[in-house]
């Protein structure tokens, strides 16, 4: 598992190494076409990061250690969107998550037999990641699932739990999947020809 989350992760990273060596390739060609003259560049895309290889980059980035946390507007603002309530997830499994009252941004993870106050960390792929630092757990939120771990004991103590916005998701995605890396951007839309 451990080797297959590497792999993901080194692929993600690869990518943009293949595009720019690919583009000094083709650098022989493009002095020849330079004489002609150049049409405008379309605008670049952020690269959207799949949601497996966030949940490979969020599972093996480590949990800050520091205790001594104040939430900024950007935490306060990943915390308004943290689902909570009673979370169902696989093999029979559930997590609670509370907002806590008197502290806003912080959470009440719970799971059998375990207990997480966490708050809001800033995630590197737009997942959303609540992290209890003194027990070394972590609540990461996608789209279409949740997963409850603890990176101190390396164990996940619940997969695949979803809230009800992300079965939802979850369904939509059944049914309209995202494209592989593999299959290519789409062909631009034709537009009204400008003169």
Known sequence: MTKTLALIAAAVLALPLAATAQSSTDAKPAAKAAAKPAAKPAPKKKPQVTRRAAKAVEEVTP?????D?????ADLAVAGRVHTGKIQCELGADVTVTADESKPGYFTVSTKG??????????RTGAIRLEDPRAGAMWLQLGNKSMLMNQKQGLRL?????????????AELKLNPPKSLFEGADAPTSGPVKK
Request: proline share 6%; net charge negative; charged share 20%.
């Open 63 to 67: 949990i800050d250690t520091s205790t």
């Open 69 to 73: 946390v104040t939430l900024n507007e």
């Open 114 to 123: 375990a207990k997480y106050r966490m708050h809001p960390v800033e995630s």
């Open 158 to 170: 619940a997969d695949d739990c979803q809230a009800p916005a992300q079965v939802a998701m979850s």
